[in-house]
């Protein structure tokens, strides 16, 4: 299996790149301090086709396929992962989820905002007692005529203080389970809507995550996306795709952290030579590249199935599941071998490996995708040999 990428996607790989070196890199430190990113940043990241890249150009997006997106999230995520979860999210999770379930109205009305960044999205599915079992949702939404009475708390959602719009999961028919949960497109100015407490987070700390207050909002019938009671099948879905986002979260922490220590190896010396001339340094460094080119081709595995339109979302949590323990692994080890250094802020590599924890957690914790694998396997599911 061979992977050439086309020019467009050097292109963006290139574009992204610059991007996180030449803009993000100047005030990662501080932003990570201050638990802030600027509007400034965000507006960039749409004007440079970021924030829409897999949205069809029909809509003002950048029409790119997923292994485009995973050459961005990669390079992002090697400077700075709260830049790429923001991306992420808007693009996994709610661009995608609306362009490919919505109604053309919706389409019209939303997607060419986000597209440009001038509107960001976050989506609303854990709650306090709803995170690994997304069945158990407290959220309400009771229909009256024309519209919906939204009623919940949603944690942990990322971009919302920023979020103009929110893709809410909600229970319209407590009596069916699962089947009676449905998703529901929702503005931040409506009445009722209410953004909560800011998470104080051990990574990712520029990236803000509140709790979400729905207070008897008032929501057009117009805005859910499907039918009644496909709520639960579209965050199923929709989190597929958004596993390859974090995967690649992942596989860039990964890779920024081993940059780093390559780099620091030739630098530093011990003992009359670099450092990465011991062989102590230089099998770690052995390590560490070895599985990042392994997590990177599972990521790029489960795009291209996503693109061609075959069945990706086993190959999307085994992504998931070995890039974020490769990131675990590598950032630690990253760290090591600066020494005392990497203890430090100012040499990077201690952000990184706080970011790294949360690629086994969000989208689905790591226990979680192991069960998504082990029953698609006992189901005799097995991915596809590709060339």
């Given at each position: 299996m061979q992977f050439r990428f086309t020019e467009e996607q050097e292109m963006i790989r290139q574009a992204a790149r610059d991007f996180a070196q030449n803009e993000l890199l100047p005030g990662v430190i501080e932003r990570d301090e201050t638990q802030h990113f600027p509007d400034a940043l965000v507006?960039?990241?749409?004007?440079?086709?970021?924030?829409?890249?897999?949205?069809?150009?029909?809509?003002?997006?950048?029409?790119?396929?997923?292994?485009?997106?995973?050459?961005?999230?990669?390079e992002l995520s090697k400077v700075d992962a709260s830049a790429s979860v923001i991306v992420s999210v808007q693009n996994s999770l709610v661009n995608w989820g609306i362009e490919t379930f919505g109604t053309e109205a919706q389409k019209q009305r939303y997607l060419p905002r986000l597209a440009r960044g001038e509107l960001v999205g976050s989506f609303c599915l854990s709650e306090p007692e709803a995170g690994s079992d997304a069945t158990q949702q407290r959220t309400i939404a009771v229909r009256k005529g024309d519209f919906y009475i939204l009623s919940g708390t949603k944690n942990w959602i990322t971009n919302a203080g920023r979020a103009g719009l929110y893709l809410v999961v909600a229970q319209t028919d407590p009596s069916k389970g699962s089947r009676g949960i449905s998703v529901f497109i929702v503005e931040r100015e409506w009445e009722g809507v209410i953004v909560g407490k800011k998470e104080d987070k051990l990574g990712i700390r520029g990236s803000d995550t509140h709790t979400m207050i729905f207070n008897d909002v008032k929501v057009p019938v117009e805005n859910r996306i499907g039918e009644e009671g496909f709520g639960f099948k579209f965050a199923m879905?929709?989190?597929?795709?958004?596993?390859?986002?974090?995967?690649?979260?992942a596989l860039g922490i990964a890779s920024g952290a081993y940059e780093l220590a390559l780099r620091y190896s030739t630098q530093r010396r011990a003992f009359g030579v670099p450092i990465g001339k011991h062989q102590a340094v230089a099998f770690k460094l052995a390590q560490m590249a070895t599985q990042i080119e392994a997590a990177r081709l599972l990521c790029l595995r489960a795009a291209r199935a996503k693109d061609r339109g075959e069945p990706y979302g086993l190959l999307a949590s085994m992504a998931k599941l070995y890039a974020s323990r490769v990131a675990m692994f590598v950032a630690p080890e990253a760290i090591q071998v600066h020494g005392g250094y990497g203890y430090v802020k100012e040499y990077h590599v201690e952000r990184l490996f706080r970011d790294a924890k949360i690629t086994?957690?969000?989208?689905?914790?790591?226990?979680?995708?192991?069960?998504?694998?082990?029953?698609?396997?006992?189901k005799g599911e097995a991915p596809l040999l590709v060339g």
């Amino acid at each position: 299996m061979q992977f050439r990428f086309t020019e467009e996607q050097e292109m963006i790989r290139q574009a992204a790149r610059d991007f996180a070196q030449n803009e993000l890199l100047p005030g990662v430190i501080e932003r990570d301090e201050t638990q802030h990113f600027p509007d400034a940043l965000v507006r960039r990241m749409g004007e440079l086709g970021f924030l829409g890249l897999m949205v069809s150009p029909e809509y003002g997006g950048a029409g790119m396929d997923t292994v485009s997106y995973v050459l961005l999230m990669e390079e992002l995520s090697k400077v700075d992962a709260s830049a790429s979860v923001i991306v992420s999210v808007q693009n996994s999770l709610v661009n995608w989820g609306i362009e490919t379930f919505g109604t053309e109205a919706q389409k019209q009305r939303y997607l060419p905002r986000l597209a440009r960044g001038e509107l960001v999205g976050s989506f609303c599915l854990s709650e306090p007692e709803a995170g690994s079992d997304a069945t158990q949702q407290r959220t309400i939404a009771v229909r009256k005529g024309d519209f919906y009475i939204l009623s919940g708390t949603k944690n942990w959602i990322t971009n919302a203080g920023r979020a103009g719009l929110y893709l809410v999961v909600a229970q319209t028919d407590p009596s069916k389970g699962s089947r009676g949960i449905s998703v529901f497109i929702v503005e931040r100015e409506w009445e009722g809507v209410i953004v909560g407490k800011k998470e104080d987070k051990l990574g990712i700390r520029g990236s803000d995550t509140h709790t979400m207050i729905f207070n008897d909002v008032k929501v057009p019938v117009e805005n859910r996306i499907g039918e009644e009671g496909f709520g639960f099948k579209f965050a199923m879905k929709t989190l597929d795709g958004g596993r390859i986002g974090i995967a690649s979260q992942a596989l860039g922490i990964a890779s920024g952290a081993y940059e780093l220590a390559l780099r620091y190896s030739t630098q530093r010396r011990a003992f009359g030579v670099p450092i990465g001339k011991h062989q102590a340094v230089a099998f770690k460094l052995a390590q560490m590249a070895t599985q990042i080119e392994a997590a990177r081709l599972l990521c790029l595995r489960a795009a291209r199935a996503k693109d061609r339109g075959e069945p990706y979302g086993l190959l999307a949590s085994m992504a998931k599941l070995y890039a974020s323990r490769v990131a675990m692994f590598v950032a630690p080890e990253a760290i090591q071998v600066h020494g005392g250094y990497g203890y430090v802020k100012e040499y990077h590599v201690e952000r990184l490996f706080r970011d790294a924890k949360i690629t086994e957690i969000y989208e689905g914790t790591s226990e979680i995708q192991r069960i998504v694998i082990s029953r698609a396997l006992s189901k005799g599911e097995a991915p596809l040999l590709v060339g």
